[in-house]
């Protein structure tokens, strides 16, 4: 397939170019006008070729319509090339694939890679920023945005950088989280019309949360959803008077999703701040740990519902608001599901809010004696003091921000999920800028048998039609994906990158990449060819089936000719 970019990149005297911290390889006489993405390209729901955002489409379902890949054949699978990163940060990052050219990121650096090789057609270099605490001191970044010919990442800073998707280009940077030095940032932006949206991390450090919207050209700010109301807005009323609203936490360090039809898009925010001391925050705590329903245009909430009111244990609501269209109870249901870190994986309506069903996953669970028929959590008397209380999901969450899956073939909704408890400690301290604000810890006990699940929840009847027991230490923070063939890719415990039939969740294949998964993977085709990729450490890993003897594919049609 002819690409812009790899025209731009061919034929041509090559050079080393730096602008504004940037290293491009290839600098072109022409440019051309090609759009990568556009705007309606971003709203199909059937993944072929290109995965085209964080969780490939605006619903987070992260389900390709990709089916050269099957229960019979994935034993075949190949590793086909492996890319390594110099970036002071482990890969978190989602890669994202259009046109055969994939668009990954490292901490504070962007690149963009041939699909089919792993080589490098241009990397954007900038240092990463010294002197960040807690979440952002990690250089952490999980991927970029594309519209247009522009692609779109958030720094460790809290910068928002445009670059040009052809060369790496830095276009303009925008600084859209001041005044206080404790926020960072580590997510992916999130595209909606002509607006990027992003977020913020800092929800430990005392920052104030919000959504932000740029436009897409300029980098002009549009609108700005503050999560935690100032005195007199809406939802005021559950924060103490004073200013500790300025310190409230609620960030919103993962993107949202969208659905086109409703013009909805559905954030989640974080917890509060301090998070473990509730004396000093009485109250319910809005926006905290909450899915939000926001109007893209204006920014204007139309609804939210909050899944853990006066969280005091860390369980932020960041995990991906999935949604999915189908019959609930006998009627059409647009639907939200959320495997939330609290323990619960909730069914919501995404058009009014409206709370459906909650149901426990976590089997070590003992902060909520269970959830009434409004989704309000019963909470037992458990809560942190200064001594130390064990409670159970611990402060990692019975899951975290590792992505889910939903599989339009199955109609299951998987998600891995952590067993263990934490001593939580609570003493009121003051919130001093330059450093976190927990007030103030959560330990893990040598004693517990902690151990990480894959789950497989059908939201109609409620059940879990199986779940996989994980060997290893439970440390990896790997999500999933799933296929039109009825595959569930993910990051086991193992080190391992495996893959399990989503029906009855037996094991197909895993490739031992040797080091810890912390991202999610993603499925993409070039000339009929699938690959699946994965970051894992420091490396970005790539598979497929392998070429027969004549040189096609196993399993994929005769190459086209172009």
Not at 29 to 56: C, F, I, M
Not at 242 to 254: E, K, L, N, P, V
Not at 336 to 348: D, E
Request: charged residues 20%.
């Amino acid at each position: 397939m002819s690409h812009p970019l790899r025209s731009l990149c061919c034929g041509l005297i090559w050079s080393l170019v730096c602008v504004s911290g940037t290293v491009t390889i290839g600098h072109a006489q022409t440019r051309p006008e090609h759009d990568l993405v556009s705007s309606d390209a971003l709203r199909k729901t059937d993944l072929l070729a290109n995965w085209p955002s964080y969780n490939g489409d605006y619903t987070g379902r992260r389900y390709s319509s990709l089916n050269q890949v099957t229960p019979q054949n994935v034993s075949q699978l190949q590793a086909q090339w492996v890319f390594h990163s110099h970036n002071a940060g482990i890969l978190e990052a989602t890669p994202l694939v259009v046109d055969d050219i994939m668009y990954m990121t490292g901490s504070n650096d962007a690149y963009a890679l041939d699909a089919t090789t792993g080589k490098v057609l241009w990397h954007h270099e900038r240092a990463v920023t010294q002197g960040l605490i807690d979440d952002a001191s990690g250089h952490i970044n999980r991927g970029v945005a594309l519209l247009g010919t522009r692609l779109y990442m958030e720094t460790d800073n809290a910068h928002l950088l445009c670059l040009d998707a052809r060369s790496g280009n830095l276009l303009w940077e925008v600084s859209y989280a001041p005044g206080n030095k404790n926020y960072g940032a580590t997510s992916a932006p999130l595209v909606v019309k002509d607006k990027v949206l992003v977020g913020t991390s800092g929800g430990d450090d005392g920052v104030r949360g919000f959504v932000a919207a740029f436009d897409a050209k300029t980098g002009k700010e549009l609108w700005r959803f503050w999560t935690i109301p100032a005195p007199g807005d809406a939802g005021s009323e559950t924060w103490p008077k004073g200013t500790i609203y300025q310190h409230g936490g609620g960030t919103t360090w993962m993107p949202g999703t969208y659905d086109p039809e409703l013009n909805t898009i559905y954030w989640g925010s974080g917890n509060p701040s301090p998070d473990f001391d509730g004396s000093v925050r009485e109250g319910d705590n809005l926006y905290t740990n909450c899915v939000l329903a926001l109007d893209p245009d204006t920014g204007k909430l139309k609804w939210h519902f909050q899944f853990t009111p006066h969280d005091l244990n860390d369980y932020d609501a960041t995990e991906t608001p999935v949604l999915v269209n189908g019959t609930y109870k006998g009627q059409p249901r647009k639907l939200i599901l959320q495997a939330n870190r609290n323990g619960f994986v909730y069914v919501l309506d995404r058009q009014t809010g409206e709370f459906l069903t909650a149901t426990q996953f976590a089997l070590m669970q003992n902060w909520a004696k269970g959830i009434d028929a409004k989704g309000r959590p019963i909470r037992t008397d458990l809560i942190p003091n200064e001594s130390g209380t064990r409670m159970c999901p611990s402060y990692a969450g019975g899951t975290n921000w590792y992505s889910p899956t939903y599989s339009e073939t199955t109609h299951l909704f998987y998600f891995m999920s952590l067993e263990d408890c934490s001593v939580f400690k609570a003493h009121t301290e003051e919130f001093e800028e330059g450093h976190a604000y927990y007030s103030t810890g959560a330990a893990h006990l040598a004693t517990e048998h902690n151990k990480k699940y894959l789950n497989a929840f059908d939201p109609v009847t409620g059940k879990f039609p199986w779940r996989y027991p994980q060997t290893g230490d439970a440390h990896s923070f790997a999500g999933t994906m799933s296929t039109a063939s009825g595959l569930v890719a993910f990051g086991n415990d193992a080190d391992e990158f495996e893959i399990v039939n989503g029906s009855s969740g037996a094991s197909l294949w895993h490739f031992n990449v040797g080091q810890q998964v912390h991202a999610s993977p993603m499925s993409y085709a070039v000339d009929g060819k699938q690959y699946f990729a994965v970051a894992a450490g420091n490396d970005l890993f790539t598979f497929a089936l392998p070429e027969s003897p004549d040189g096609g594919n196993t399993a994929r049609p005769p190459r086209k000719t172009h």
